[in-house]
């Protein structure tokens, strides 16, 4: 799927960047088949390095490897040939780029991180008996969920940040 970046855009934001919501919307209905394929690719992303794979299809359909010897091979080639098949980049892309990307809009959207973060600090508002403003220091963390340790002062530094900047 083409991603068409507006003139003078970086190729390399691509956490914030509003050309790839198509993209977006493309991985998120995959994950809603299979949440298992996207948490593969953010996976991937930060542990293997650049593949070239070949991609064929089996005979139901499905995208396999080109050079399967046996099982396992076969599932490692298939997961590869499907991570192949959904982020092909044009241009080399960072791992960690491509990582938060998948983590912050398809597997994390930017709006669940927001309500964790404001349940965290809420919450460490009321167990630290403050009412008006808080000085949350920057390396507290807590936990909020299913998360052990959310980093509740960077969130709240980055929140101020984007105040600042009027977003």
């Known amino acids: 799927m083409p991603v068409f970046l507006e003139p003078g855009e970086d190729p ?7 050309s790839f919501r198509p993209l977006v919307a493309v991985l998120q209905g ?11 690719l ?13 991609i064929r299809h ?15 091979q076969e599932q490692d080639d ?25 983590r912050t809009r398809v597997y994390r959207p ?7 973060g404001y349940q965290a600090l809420l919450r460490w508002r009321a167990e630290n008996e403050i ?7 920057y390396d507290v963390e807590v936990e909020v ?10 969130w709240v530094h980055q929140q101020r940040k984007a105040l600042r900047a009027g977003n």
């Open 58 to 72: 089996d005979e139901e359909g499905r995208i396999v490897g080109a050079d399967g010897d046996g099982e396992d």
């Open 110 to 116: 930017e709006s669940l991180v927001w309500l964790e």
């Open 30 to 40: 995959l994950r809603s088949h299979d949440e298992r394929l996207v948490e593969q």
């Open 131 to 137: 009412t008006g403003l808080c000085a949350v220091p």
């Open 12 to 18: 390399t934001d691509m956490v914030a960047s509003a």
């Open 78 to 102: 298939t997961d590869a040939a499907a991570e192949s098949a959904l982020l092909h980049f044009s241009s080399p892309r960072d791992a960690s780029t491509i990582a938060a990307f998948l």
């Open 145 to 154: 969920g299913v998360t052990k340790a959310f980093p509740l002062g960077r």
């Open 42 to 54: 953010a996976s991937r992303a930060l542990t293997s390095g650049q593949r070239k794979v070949h």
